[in-house]
């Protein structure tokens, strides 16, 4: 039997994991299986797809090629059964996206309902989560991602670069008073994450350049709508992007500290798809509809 596009799909997880051994297990396959396979599709294309060294591996042109059009066939094919199991049109079918949690609630969603209006055929498949999604895994088509992007065969599109800002509610700032400079963080309960680093500091804007500061982290959550519950009960200070306490500030719920030392904290986000030139309708629509009008939202308030 003909498993050409089984092949691919494990071509494409070795050249993403960037090792046999890490594909191997992503896969539940031993290296030795991923190894001999790769070097089967070798044998029958005649070409050298990898160039192996003891630790790394490298693609040559042709494999460069190989992993680019079997990411497209792969792609297509998916297409294709996503049309006929929804009956889509060429604007219809179903939109699998990923987003974390705060640009997902703040951001995206307020949009749907007008997508709708024009794209009635297409569904959403919407998944918030601030962990980082493997896109090929997971059968993403699209994901809004913070922080810098690491290379790799996918695209991108920039949406903006929002600042975070260090807030508190005013009932926490009453009882504890205002840090003055960032030392001031050790004396303070601080709401933070679980997922980006396991060292407990902030990074602040020091004579110049970025340093980092310590802190004493009384929360660690794995998403940022609780970090921010959190700051509007009082619990302690949180460090937040802009447009996630925007209403909280203007509305006088949260106070921002400490303006001058974070002035350079920001990170920038993307849409980050598959595909390429071969991009579905329904992905290359949504996008076109999102991306202009998430820029606009991302425009500090």
Not at 86 to 96: M, N
């Amino acid at each position: 039997m003909d498993n050409r596009t089984g092949e691919m799909q494990v071509f494409l997880r070795v050249v993403e994991a960037g090792s046999f051994s890490e594909a191997a297990r992503l896969l539940r396959m031993t290296p030795s299986t991923i190894s001999k396979l790769v070097a089967r599709i070798e044998a029958r294309l005649g070409v050298r797809l990898l160039e192996r060294s003891t630790r790394r591996f490298s693609l040559t042109a042709e494999g460069q090629t190989y992993y680019e059009r079997s990411q497209a066939l792969l792609g297509e094919l998916d297409e294709i059964e996503r049309a006929v199991s929804h009956g889509a049109t060429a604007t219809g079918g179903i939109i699998r996206i990923n987003s974390s949690v705060p640009f997902g609630v703040h951001g995206l969603e307020p949009l749907l309902p007008a997508f709708w209006q024009d794209y009635p055929h297409i569904a959403v498949d919407l998944s918030l989560s601030d962990e980082v999604v493997d896109l090929y895994l997971d059968r993403t088509d699209i994901a809004f991602r913070s922080g810098r992007l690491p290379s790799s065969g996918m695209m991108a599109r920039r949406i903006g670069t929002p600042k975070r800002k260090i807030v508190a509610a005013p009932a926490y700032l009453a009882r504890h008073g205002q840090p003055q400079n960032a030392d001031d963080l050790a004396k303070h309960a601080c709401l933070g994450f679980n997922f980006r680093r396991l060292a407990p500091v902030w990074p602040f804007k020091q004579n110049g350049r970025i340093v980092e500061r310590s802190v004493r982290h009384l929360l660690l959550a794995n998403n940022g709508e609780s970090v921010r519950r959190l700051a509007l009960a009082g619990a302690g200070l949180a460090r937040l992007a802009e447009y996630h306490i925007r209403d909280d500030l203007a509305a006088g719920h949260l106070v921002e500290v400490l303006a001058d030392a974070i002035e350079s904290d920001e990170e920038e986000i993307h849409a980050v798809y598959l595909g390429g030139a071969r991009l579905p309708q329904r992905v290359r629509v949504f996008l076109d509809f999102v991306v202009p009008r998430l820029q606009q939202f991302l425009q500090p308030g």
